[in-house]
């Protein structure tokens, strides 16, 4: 039997166990006698939200099935947890083999959302890991970041020995080979990151230096290492159909957020809404293939037995195969008692039908994102979507016997005007009479329109990466300006409004543009007690104003100040494929509120054909 | 056709809830295709109802299970897949065929549990089994063991010297057959602390292990509820018993039959050929 690291006074005193003992269906037990490399491989949140991430079984199954590799999994400790490993001295492990991760020969962390920064450091620090790569020595484990987050390392630059940049099914062998490589030659840890420099994709950051103008803005950045490469390249898998898939992922004992088989049916995104960065860092758009996907929902759920099934893709309603995917998950599937969950679809005739045959109508609610009040604001962001699709789409639903709708929108868009947020709650209330435009004997009761606003950050590699955004104040007051407009119309009985919280926004935003000084102010705020940022119920904004105080960085610099055309951005060393020029244009053509079309309608040049696949040669072979 | 699956849950799996064991189990049937009845409409679940649920931190060796199956299918075949996708510490020990009536599932039915409760004390592991016989005993003859039972709302004192049917030192600690189910349930750690209390053991000490071992029904039919009859004693079985009168061993508990024997093997169908 498995022994824990874990005495049962511990575990039975803290919220959900199960979080720290492993030992899931499906995990993967080795004998470190017989692998070569131990990877740790972590997601900085908690158990339930780290175990419900696709990416990280993907990788989880890709190194396991090295015979000489184990890969082992690691969660934030919850708050609770945490205290008890620092009051009683317990290093953090690994779930598997219940081992300090200490010990292992990597430590991956994936970075997905900017708010689970200082959770790193606790993942370090409970490790026994130096904060700072710099302070690490021989016997310490090599620490890799990857994700969408690391397409920004810089704020987090300090704390990494390398980052992984793109997608992970490319180079982690070649990573992993040249490990066993330089451990065989004897060579010590600056000479593999040297090795590790030399491979496409992976970035040391220990290895380059910025250098500022006297205004703070980056004047150079540049290698101070001979080996490495002055520009890092994004990692992308051409061929989706020929990639590794994790068919028996594990299974977690307690309910994760995801508690079911997601099925990834493409990557990337034709359509270029400029907001998004996921849009423009995973192109060009690749598809599997449908029939390996029938038999990949078939395997998954035969391994795994979980009751439901989702499609994971930026899109699904632009994937080629999605009526045949469905109508057979449907046919094969919900007469077994599987729910099949259907993501956000443009809605039309077939996904109405689609979701009538899987959902209860009348308890379920659609979901519509115009992102935006005005149709000005709409084209300014490129979302392709008229007020005229929305209201049909909605008639079409109420026709079909839904009642509940929810409208997601941003606020603090670049360009944004006080109509254009009034819009918002217009837009909502039109929904909500067209609604009373269907027969009464059709009619549901009361229709429910709820709207949400989240406020807008601005990304990298985004057009709008020049954007500015606003004062915490500001967002609040525009939030309000919508709340008034909301409660000034004549409908209020089956119109809701919702808001997000703005201090996040802000210092989302520092850390998504930030540059490699944002570190201090991260590892500052830790020590004054932040973790799990994006919980409501662990976040806490003075703290944070503070380490900007103590560390004497500015925010605004980050959020608030205009940034020029020409200004060299921390994460221009990294080429994604579409290129900057493309990225300006596009933010020029968003000043002017010009639509660029989707991929598929007509090429626009973004530069992801260099990676000579995907959507950009459908059609040319 | 009704089916009650017993297993044991050891190790690691201590530390999974009640309702995650119930999750489990769901995905443990679709991974080893057994064919299940579902509830009709969009969500269909799985018609399974478990016996009493066990607390996080104890195992078990005698865990229930009843579901509803939409096919035959043979014991051993059964057990054998199951056991086969199974996570480490939960392994299925019989899954066999249960009368039809209503009344004669899952927990309607659980009349007592069996405990084994080990007190592990470092310093001197015999203490205790030296020293408990007479303890117990004493303890058994007090003419009531009244604690306070605390629920959500309310403190009450309860008498439980009636629902603690045979109590006797047993290895390093002690084996308990105590009332168990939706009616008259009492939980091992109760006892313990009582009993503790009374012999004026220092549980600090002590490390406590706590093990399930079998959970039983009444052998002979219930009584139906009379008007005159309170309640908590309308599961009472007719043969004259008192539960609770005498020394270590209750005449209740001569009249408990394991849930699992109460169903039968489902023998393969080539078998009936």
Redesign the interface.
């Known amino acids: 039997?498995?022994k824990?690291a874990l005495p049962?006074e511990i575990?039975?005193n803290i919220e959900k166990?199960?979080r720290y003992?492993?030992?899931?269906?499906n995990s993967v037990t080795k004998d470190p006698d017989e692998v070569d490399i131990r990877f740790a491989m972590c997601f900085p949140d908690l158990y339930e939200i780290g175990m419900s991430h696709l990416g990280l079984q993907i990788l989880y199954d890709m190194f396991n099935r090295r015979k000489d590799v184990w890969c082992e999994r690691v969660y934030s400790p919850w708050v609770d947890m945490d205290k008890v490993m620092r009051e009683k001295r317990i290093p953090l492990f690994a779930l598997e083999s219940q081992e300090p991760v200490r010990k292992f020969d990597f430590l991956g962390i994936t970075l997905q959302y900017e708010m689970c920064y200082t959770n790193v450091l606790q993942i370090l620090e409970l490790s026994r890991i130096p904060l700072h790569s710099s302070d690490r020595g021989e016997a310490d484990p090599i620490v890799i970041g990857g994700g969408p987050c690391a397409y920004n390392p810089e704020p987090l630059a300090e704390f990494f020995d390398l980052f992984y940049i793109g997608e992970g099914e490319t180079v982690y062998d070649a990573l992993l080979d040249a490990y066993k490589q330089c451990r065989h030659d004897k060579k010590s840890r600056l000479e593999f990151l040297e090795c590790a420099a030399e491979i496409e994709g992976i970035y040391v950051p220990g290895f380059y230096e910025p250098e500022y103008h006297e205004d703070g803005t980056l004047s150079s950045f540049c290698p101070i290492n001979p080996h490495a490469p002055a520009k890092v390249k994004k990692q992308v898998v051409m061929d989706l159909n020929r990639t590794v898939y994790p068919l028996s992922p594990v299974?977690p004992?307690?309910?994760a957020a995801q508690d079911r088989v997601v099925l990834e049916i493409q990557r990337g995104c034709i359509r270029g809404c400029r907001f998004c960065q996921a849009g423009m860092l995973y192109r060009p758009t690749r598809e599997r293939d449908v029939e390996l996907l029938k038999t990949y929902a078939k395997a998954m759920?035969?391994?795994?037995?979980?009751?439901e099934i989702c499609l994971s893709s930026l899109s699904s309603s632009d994937y080629s195969g999605l009526q045949e995917l469905i109508t057979f998950l449907i046919e094969e599937f919900q007469g077994r008692?599987i729910?099949i969950s259907l993501p956000s679809l443009r809605i039309d005739a077939f996904s109405l039908d689609a979701m009538q045959k899987v959902?209860?109508v009348r308890?379920s609610s659609l979901t519509f994102a115009p992102e935006a009040g005005s149709q000005r604001m709409r084209d300014v962001i490129n979302k392709g979507l008229s007020e005229e699709d929305i209201l049909d789409g909605a008639g079409q639903a109420f026709e079909g016997g839904w009642s509940k709708v929810k409208l997601y929108f941003m606020l603090g868009l670049p360009t944004e005007r006080e109509e254009d947020m009034k819009e918002i709650a217009a837009l909502s209330d039109r929904v909500a009479r067209r609604y009373y435009e269907i027969p009464k004997e059709c009619r549901h009761g009361k229709c429910q329109i709820t709207a949400s606003t989240s406020f807008f950050v601005p990304k990298p590699f985004t057009p709008f990466q020049w954007a500015s955004m606003c004062t915490a104040r500001e967002y609040v007051r525009r939030a309000s300006i919508v709340k008034l407009a909301f409660s000034e119309q004549l409908n209020r009985k089956s119109l809701k409004y919702n808001w997000h919280d703005a201090e996040v926004t802000v210092l989302e935003g520092v850390f998504a543009r930030g540059d490699r000084r944002v570190g201090k102010v991260i590892e500052e705020a830790y020590r004054l007690g932040c973790l799990f940022d994006s919980w409501t119920e662990t976040f806490h904004n003075e703290p944070w104003m503070k380490a900007f105080e103590n560390t004497g960085v500015d925010p605004d610099f980050y959020t608030l100040r205009p940034r020029g055309m020409e200004e060299l951005f921390p994460w221009d060393f990294i080429e994604i494929g579409v290129s900057k020029e493309f990225l300006k244009k596009e933010w020029n053509r968003a000043a002017k509120g010009v639509v660029t079309p989707n991929c598929r309608k007509q090429c626009s040049g973004c530069g992801a054909a260099i990676f000579q696949g995907g959507v950009c040669y459908e059609g040319k072979n | 056709m009704k089916v009650r699956i017993k297993f044991r849950k050891?190790?690691?799996?201590r530390?999974?809830?009640h309702l995650?064991v119930m999750?489990?189990f769901?995905?443990?049937?679709?991974?080893a295709?057994i064919p299940i009845a579902?509830t009709s409409g969009?969500?269909?679940?799985?018609i399974m109802s478990f016996a009493s649920p066990l607390g996080?931190?104890l195992t078990s060796d005698g865990e229930y299970f009843d579901i509803e199956l939409a096919e035959s299918i043979s014991s051993k075949e059964a057990v054998c897949r199951m056991n086969a996708?199974?996570?480490?510490?939960m392994e299925v020990v019989s899954f066999r065929q249960i009368a039809e009536e209503k009344k004669m599932t899952g927990m309607a039915i659980v009349a007592a549990a069996d405990y084994l409760v080990g007190m592990h004390r470092k310093e001197d592991p015999k203490y205790f089994r030296n020293s408990f016989h007479d303890s117990i005993a004493a303890f058994l003859g007090q003419p009531g063991i009244p604690v306070i039972k605390q629920t959500k709302r309310s403190e009450q004192e309860v008498d439980i010297r009636p629902l603690i049917y045979q109590m006797e030192p047993k290895e390093e600690g002690v084996y308990l057959k105590l009332a168990a189910g939706s009616v008259r349930n009492l939980k091992p750690e109760l006892v313990i602390s009582a009993f503790c209390e009374f012999a004026g053991i220092d549980s600090e000490g002590i490390r406590f292990t706590w093990h399930r071992l079998e959970m039983y029904a009444w052998k002979t039919p219930f009584i139906k509820p009379s008007p005159d009859c309170p309640a908590p004693e309308d599961r009472m079985p007719c043969s004259n018993v008192e539960p609770g009168s005498g020394g270590e061993k209750d005449g209740a508990a001569e009249n408990l039959i394991t849930l699992e024997d109460l169903g039968e093997d489902i023998e393969s169908r080539e078998n009936h050929d």
């Open positions: 039997m498995r824990l049962d575990l039975l166990p199960a003992i492993g030992g899931e269906v299974v004992y307690i309910k759920l035969e391994n795994t037995g979980h009751e008692g729910n959902q209860d308890k | 050891y190790g690691a799996l530390f999974i809830g995650d999750r489990c769901q995905k443990v049937m679709r991974r295709q579902f969009y969500s269909p679940h799985m996080i931190g996708v199974s996570p480490e510490g």
